[in-house]
């Protein structure tokens, strides 16, 4: 089994940025995609961004591509979102997911084996 931590959530004046953190412990998560997620009050889960095991490929949303960037350090155990001119509407509780052994499209939370406990993100207009 995989734990996931994020951290670095916080409250931000639009604009701003922040770099989110989804440490994993436990089974080694380097041949796992993984992705970011965000649930904003009242709305479903939404996908934010995911990466290939290798980290040579990333996947974006639409409304996050040239604001949000997704990176891992294998070697550390952890995965990296660095949100940059963010807007209100990016206030969410973004969650750290991995695919695991569930395979899928990147893009759907179902191919998501295991999950963080999310940290909160706020954009202040």
């Known amino acids: 089994q995989v734990q996931l931590v994020e951290s670095g959530g916080g409250l931000v004046q639009a604009g701003g940025s922040l770099r989110l953190s989804c440490a994993a412990s436990?089974?080694?998560?380097?041949?796992?995609?993984m992705g970011w997620f965000r649930q904003a009050p009242g709305k479903e889960r939404e996908f934010v961004a995911a990466?290939?095991?290798?980290?040579?490929?990333?996947f974006y949303a639409d409304s996050v591509k040239g604001r949000f960037t997704i990176s891992r350090d294998n070697p550390k155990n952890t995965v990296y979102l660095q949100m940059n001119s963010l807007k209100p509407e990016d206030t969410a509780i973004y969650y750290c997911?991995?695919?695991?052994?569930?395979?899928?499209?990147?893009?759907?939370?179902?191919?998501?084996?295991?999950w963080g406990q999310g940290t909160q993100v706020t954009v202040s207009s």
């Open positions: 997911a991995g695919q695991g052994a569930r395979s899928g499209s990147n893009y759907d939370y179902r191919a998501y084996q295991y």
């Open positions: 436990g089974r080694t998560f380097r041949s796992d995609a």
């Open positions: 990466i290939t095991w290798s980290g040579g490929r990333a």
